[in-house]
């Protein structure tokens, strides 16, 4: 008797698809099936008059209030303020400076983010010490036949970009070097970079903004000038890096001690322990840690308000106070938030791409 295999039966129309995803995480018991239907009615008659007044009955061109006449929301309003929110008060024949320094640093970062890129190395070498050369001479001028831009005049996004970058690119080893120093056998040492932690970590920012911007100067010579934004990325710097080496320090200690024993037993020093086989790993467990640290420092950039830095919330403050706009700060609030919302989530779904890639995660979901 002779058997024949049937060709494989397609899954069920019901458990694929949209109409499967539905029925598994949506409708999957009454209980959820009830709340679905709750919830999706309050979201649906709370989105309808938002998606109304955004987009449906939303002004988009004009160049006055005058043009503003439906009802809904009035983007004239940001499109004749968006230099200011984009650049500040930078002189306008100089905007030329900050695009290029900006780019630079876009395709930079890109040429890093792409697997195939050559020379990934020469490229992190330039961006870590040749570019920060090449933008304050871009941004702050003086030199090189470029007009001088005093850094009170600096504002809006691109403040606000300077601030962020420089504070995370400078907290990250400093935290690593703090979270070393926490664990060290040194008894000095160790209680110096304890003492510094705490202290930092136990002051808000704000009070750090005005120490900096009021104390910093009394501990240099008189005729030394600080520049104001200079004690402002000095004060976030460090009060970043205390939180940034509580991270690092959790992700050592998350490593087998097997591991050093193994460093140990290959002879290798501290540094060359910690280089090339204690820190890699540590840095891979902590990537949520570090990019929930930056996002938080990319938010606590808008404190600098108090201490006369217009980033990119005072100017929105700033504009709504013009008589000619009066009447329109949701506007200009609903796109200061969706400026830090599109550069917040932009460096969270990076870090879930780089988890993935370097399987630092215990589970497969994403």
Known sequence: ?????????????????????????????????????????????????????VFIDADWFGDSREACTSGGACW???????????????????????NLAFIMLLVAIVWLVMPQTPKKGLMA???LVIYPVIAFFLLYGNSFGLVQVETHLWGGMSLTLVL?????????????????????????V?????????????????????????????FFPEEMSFDKLLRALIGITLFQSAYMAEVIRGGLQAIPSGQYEAADALGLGY????????????????????????IALFKDT???????????????????????????SSESYLFVALMFWIFCFSMSRYSMHLEKKLHTGHSNRA
């Open 76 to 98: 004239v309003f940001i499109g004749a303020r968006l230099n200011q929110f984009l650049y500040g008060f930078y002189p306008s024949e100089e905007y030329w400076r900050l």
């Open 302 to 328: 808008s404190l600098v308000l108090i201490i006369g830095l217009f980033d990119i919330l005072a100017i929105g403050q700033a504009a709504n106070q013009d008589p000619k706009w009066i009447g329109y």
């Open 271 to 294: 540094w060359q322990k910690m280089i090339l086989i204690i820190m890699p790993q540590a840095l891979k467990l902590m990537i949520p840690g570090i990019v929930n640290t930056f």
């Open 190 to 218: 160790r209680s110096v970079c304890v003492i510094f932690i705490e202290i930092w970590r136990g002051v808000p920012l704000i009070t750090v903004l005005f120490m900096a911007s009021v104390m910093l100067p009394l």
């Open 1 to 53: 008797m002779k058997y024949e295999l049937q060709p494989t039966l397609p899954p069920p129309a019901s458990t694929i698809g949209a109409i499967g995803w539905m029925r598994k995480h949506l409708f999957n018991g009454p209980y959820n099936s009830i709340a679905t239907l709750v919830l999706g009615y309050l979201l649906i008659g709370w989105l309808t008059p938002v998606i109304q007044w």
């Open 125 to 127: 070498i330039f961006l």
């Open 164 to 188: 962020a970058v420089v504070g995370i690119v400078a907290s990250l080893p400093l935290g690593i070097l703090l979270a070393l120093g926490r664990q060290s056998e040194m008894p000095i």
